[in-house]
């Protein structure tokens, strides 16, 4: 068994051959967290972890689907090629999905500032909005006794402070997650290892050079991810013959292998440190 720890398979990319990917996943025996976005992408995630073996679910609102006046939301063709008028966090709609048994993690949430504002102002509240819905949300994940998955795009210094004050200040719950697709560098990840968080490795190895941390970082604190229908790894890139695919769960077998060789240990050492890690955090 492998875990991809972060997929989109509720994502319009799939809306043709969704059946055909989870067979495929369930076939090559991956077993993966559909991971929400916003409200409506986290009732899909739940949905297909209902009806599908092999699929878990995680709920919580993507820091780019914040309600804001202060910057114009971007559009996904491959989230679903929505309107994107942002959404207002509403934790007790998030509390009545997270009954279903199959939720097993709030996320993804956290900061993104890829996308800003120009002036320092309205940069500045950017920020806060930002922040404020981010605490809440480790709240609900306090108050649910869950893990969270973090997205931090350009902004590990103030995520790194946000979750260190949360954990100083929740004597009784002990704060867990994974940094999503983590990209920061070697002393970033020093300071979420020892807050007790998992790193994040995906497709992005293929891309950037985070060799360093991915040599220093234990086996027993890596999760491996695919962030499907994003950051296809090359391997199955070259394999296709046809310029940049789809990325989807059964890939996941490409960074295992990649962070074997920057390792230089075996896959399947991987593969079992890994999987071991992702049952431990998600309860799965």
């Not at 969704?18 to 949905?47: F, M, N």
């Not at 704060?175 to 994040?200: D, P, R």
């Not at 940049?244 to 060789?261: D, G, S, T, Y």
Request: proline share 4%; aromatic share 8%; hydrophobic share 40%.
């Amino acid at each position: 068994m492998l875990i991809d720890t972060h997929s989109h398979l509720n994502f319009k990319a799939y809306n043709n051959d969704r059946g055909d990917v989870i067979k495929r996943t369930q076939k090559e025996d991956v077993v993966c967290i559909d991971v929400g976005t916003k409200y409506e992408t986290s009732k899909l995630a739940i949905d297909l972890a209902e009806k599908n073996k092999g699929i878990y679910a995680s709920i919580g609102m993507h820091p780019i689907h914040i309600k804001t006046d202060l910057l114009k939301l971007k559009m996904d063709e491959d989230e679903g090629a929505f309107q994107p008028l942002g959404e207002e966090f509403d934790k007790e709609k998030y509390k009545e999905l997270s009954k279903s048994p199959k939720v097993v993690a709030i996320g993804e949430i956290g900061l993104d500032y890829y996308y800003k504002p120009k002036t320092k102002t309205r940069l500045e509240q950017f920020k806060e909005k930002q922040k404020q819905v981010f605490v809440e949300q480790l709240k609900l994940a306090e108050e649910l006794s869950l893990p969270v998955i973090v997205h931090c795009r350009m902004a590990h210094g103030e995520m790194i402070d946000i979750l260190k004050n949360y954990s100083l200040q929740t004597t009784h719950y002990k704060l867990s997650g994974v940094i999503h697709c983590f990209t920061g560098n070697w002393e970033e990840a020093q300071k979420y290892l020892e807050l007790g968080f998992y790193l994040g490795i995906n497709g992005i190895i293929f891309k950037l050079d985070i060799f360093e941390t991915i040599k220093n970082t234990p086996l027993d604190k890596i999760l491996v991810e695919t962030d499907c229908p994003y950051l296809t790894p090359l391997p199955a890139i070259a394999l296709a013959k046809a310029g940049l695919i789809r990325n989807e769960p059964i890939f996941i077998k490409h960074v295992i292998q990649k962070i074997a060789e920057i390792k230089n240990v075996s896959f399947q050492e991987v593969a079992d440190a890994t999987t071991k890690n992702a049952k431990l955090l998600f309860g799965i």
